[in-house]
């Protein structure tokens, strides 16, 4: 008597054979639809917003205003090149003339506006305070673009780092700071931990699926994926608004996906060729029992995902578009593209000994289940220990992201091997640490008598306050960009504190009752902005995911406490993740263990680290529950310690499938770990992040808790789920002799017998 099957795994099923039954026409379709979305998204390019202010913000406002101030429209980008004598001071001869050659070359590049030396009278209008320092051995020479300071030129900073990095010698340092210093700084990758990284996930696949053909048609699913979850992003960028962190995101959620649900399909598919299944028939067997199940885990993450878009989430909805799109790629990928590839890969996708045993005994070689089984059997002896265990460590990592200080970091945070951030502490030393994060305030008089020198004198004599001057002016609107420098390092408590005090004291006290109104801006404020709204809109994201995952979860399993427990499990994993980063990055020790120093967490990077541990999960984790709810039979095994393996279906499910399970997250581990490795702190925090969720998501949930959690159902006379994925029929008792025996008893003879129906030679 077979089991009855689920409607998801039904519909998975028949697409599965239609698909590898006509494996060359869905190849030919998914190249055709690889490359089209490819060169597609080339083409168009991606047109992402710089715009990270929260939308309605104070900060919001003063980068509208700031737009209409100044000439042409937008905040130009600038760079500063800081000048340190080493022996001496600048205005020595020697040192002076490397300067102004320095600064007619800096001159001559394209799409410069004005470069102002420290000797130059425009200097002090460009920074807004004097560029030569008080003892004359340190100096900053501004670099003005053409190009926005929201969306820098990356070649033209590049260009300027080249030619200032030139003249750093004996006698004179030279260090480059600004926007587009920062942002190649974030980008720049070190091939060689990434080398590594994919070295050892070939290796680790390989070692786990025995057949190099299964290694290559994982990387083909992974390609696949990547290539058209960010060339979906990218087309979606011309209708959507999202920022350039989606398309890393979509990336991100769309090979780990990919890849875990065609490890876990191409192990089904193996234990199905094993037992002599043709390979279309292996194909559909691996679909319906694991592939719809990943499908079905990401098609929550999608539906999850379009709902915080809906529901114009800030800080997470112009990034969730990267991991809706993820998510519906990785459906397509596990219910078409998989079946076919297992249809062409057949009996290749066993190694090449277990090949010719299969067509020489008709039976698969059979896996010792060694320490796997161990921590099954444990797990199932003590599943209520194993399950609070588990919980617990998830809660104190979790109960960690309370307390974290969220903001925005500067180039103080960096390694000291950066040149931005040797110009920070430069700036810092020489002159005052609130130069490296200027705020500006936007006057907008509108009828008032407020006039900007008013507003220049009041904020030069606040407290906190070391400079503030006039930047820009429009008369006929009535606006006025005044720069404010700061005393106190932009990320530090001090800048917070002096940015509330003039918001809701010394600007309310000096427009009264006018109509004039005085908006504040910059890196300090706008970080402070989005840090206010993070805190609500997490709420709102973790309660979508909850919902949209535990209605999933219901539908596919049919019991409410394991679609409970998938839905907050995935949650705790987030939060977990945002702990650690929290433990680490905010505590001393460690950020100077690899060069880094303490500060505040972007918001736009936890937000990715959030959505992306959220989204790698409920694919798998369903996987795990759907496949410890079969029914199995006890393995033939004929050693002791292999015999104790055998305590119910879901230990010995466990046990089998469980290190298949946990490949996809240790390959995973080892790519978030080579990012970790990256210079940047940007890398570096992206990096921990998700290898800390991927690691806790692999050895604690899917080992620990989940398969506890079945076993504890068990014990209450409760079935896992009311209706199962895929239908299982119980084996029934040993039949008379196969073609495997007759096989077997040929060879013995010395007789070279036929293979079984459906092998190949």
Known sequence: MTEKSHPAAGGARALATVCGRYRWAVLALWLVGVV??????????????????VPGSDSARALELAGETVPGGQLNDTASVVLHSRRGTLEDTPIRDQVTAMTAELTALPNIVIVADPFNQVGPLVLGTQPLSADHRTGITSVVLKSSALEPDRDAARRIIDIARAYDGPDLQVE???????ALNATTVSPGPLLIAALGAVLFLGITLRSRFAVA?????????????????VLLSH????????????GLIAAGTSLGG???????????????????????????????????????????????VKLDLSSFDAIAVGAAAAGAVTVLIMLTLLPALLAVGGPHLLGWVERHHLETTGTGLRQRPGMRAWWARWTGRRPAHAAILGTLVLAVFAGLALPIDLGGADDGVDPTSMSTRRAYDLLSAEFFPGLNGPMLALLDRR????????????????????????????????LAMIRILPAAAPRSPEAVDLLHRLRDQVIPTLVGDTTARVHIGGATAISTDIAADFQGATTKLLAVVLAV???????????????????????????????????????????????????????????????????????????????????RDPPALTTRRARRVDKGPIATGHAEIGHVVLTMNLVMLFVFAAVAAQPSRLMKVIGVGLATGVTLDAFVLRATVLPALLHLLRRRGRRPGAVRLASAAPTAAPAAPTTATT????????????????IPR
């Not at 900007?452 to 030069?460: G, I």
């Not at 679609?563 to 433990?583: D, E, K, M, N, R």
């Not at 077997?744 to 007789?751: F, H, Y």
């Open 36 to 53: 089209g979305i490819a060169l597609c998204a080339r083409a168009e390019g991606p047109r992402t917003s710089a715009d990270v202010a």
């Open 176 to 182: 480059v700071a600004g926007p587009g210093a920062t």
């Open 217 to 233: 048609l994982c990387a083909a699913a992974v390609g696949a994926g990547t290539i058209s979850a960010v060339g979906v992003t």
């Open 239 to 250: 209708v959507l608004t999202m920022t350039p962190l989606a398309l890393l995101l979509a």
């Open 262 to 308: 065609a490890v876990v399909v191409v192990h089904r598919a193996q234990e199905s060729l094993r037992t002599g299944a043709r390979p279309v028939d292996a194909a559909s067997e691996a679909i319906g029992r694991s592939g719809a199940a990943v499908a079905v885990g990401s098609l929550a993450v999608a539906v999850a995902m379009a709902v915080v």
């Open 447 to 478: 009828d008032s008598q407020v006039t900007a020198a008013e507003v220049v004198a009041v904020l030069a004599k606040t407290p906190g306050v070391e400079t503030a001057a006039l930047g820009a002016e429009n008369p006929e609107r009535g």
């Open 549 to 631: 995952f535990a209605l999933f979860g219901f539908l596919l399993l049919g019991s409410a406490l394991p679609a409970a427990a998938l839905a907050a499990t995935a949650v705790l994993s987030a939060l977990a993740a945002a702990g650690q980063i929290a433990l680490l990055f905010q505590t001393d020790a460690f950020a100077r263990s690899i060069g880094l120093t303490s500060g505040p967490v972007e918001p736009s990077f936890l937000a990715l680290i959030l959505i992306a541990v959220i989204s790698l999960s409920p694919g798998l984790n369903l996987n795990l529950l759907v496949g410890l709810s079969e029914h």
């Open 743 to 758: 096989t077997a008893t040929t060879e013995a003879r010395g007789l070279r017998a036929a293979p079984p129906a459906g």
